[in-house]
């Protein structure tokens, strides 16, 4: 069984707290008409906040869920933004029932969840609304965590079923040689997704 030290994830959000946000929030944006006035996101694994601020920055509601509670401390910026991040420090495996959204954006936090990705993954898509969009990470078969019993690693069919009644907009695949956050080496097999739910 491969090993990997633990991830120290306050050290791990503090540090990323004041990185720009993800390219890929823009995507997500651009898929729908006129700005983000009302339109609402999950976001599973905010971490510092980076995405989540940035979403909020352009009129969307963010509920913003997360083990760590480092965003909590920047909620004050809520009062200089057109939307709402609307924090739940907690583990998203406890969410029975998620609220409707228009998109689910999940940066490299769903392969954590392990044997519980499918029962999360299920509410998430019963959350999204008829032409919302899902981004996310998924980890493939050829990751070096492949035979950890905490994360969840798919072969490309698997990955594919799990976005049956989705139109895929975007697929970027990494498979490289490259080094985790603590330094150590590993081999990212990375599926990242952007794909929206048909009507």
Do not use: C, Q
């Not at 599973?44 to 009129?59: Q, S, W, Y």
């Not at 200089?80 to 936090?109: I, K, L, N, Q, W």
Request: aromatic fraction near 10%; charge should be negative.
């Amino acid at each position: 069984m491969t090993t990997a030290p633990e991830i120290d994830w306050r050290e791990y959000n503090v540090s990323a707290a004041g990185r720009p946000a993800s390219r890929r929030v823009a995507r997500v944006m651009s898929a729908f008409p006129g700005d983000g006035t009302g339109r609402v996101v999950l976001e599973i694994g905010a971490g510092g906040g980076a995405d989540a601020l940035e979403f909020a920055r352009h009129g969307w509601n963010v509920f913003a869920f997360d083990l760590d509670d480092t965003l909590a401390s920047r909620l004050v910026e809520n009062e200089r933004m057109p939307g709402t991040v609307f924090f739940r420090h907690g583990d998203v495996r406890e969410v029975v029932e998620f609220p409707a959204a228009d998109a689910v954006y999940a940066a490299y936090s769903l392969p954590m969840l392990g044997d519980d990705l499918p029962v999360v993954w299920e509410r998430l898509r019963a959350a999204i609304r008829p032409g919302g969009v899902i981004a996310v990470d998924l980890f493939g078969d050829r990751d070096t965590w492949v035979d950890r019993e905490d994360i969840a690693t798919l072969s490309d069919g698997r990955i594919d079923e799990m976005f049956e009644g989705f139109d895929i907009l975007r697929r970027d695949v990494r498979d490289e040689d490259g080094r985790t956050f603590s330094g150590d080496r590993k081999h990212w097999h990375v599926h990242s997704i952007v794909a929206r739910a048909r009507r």
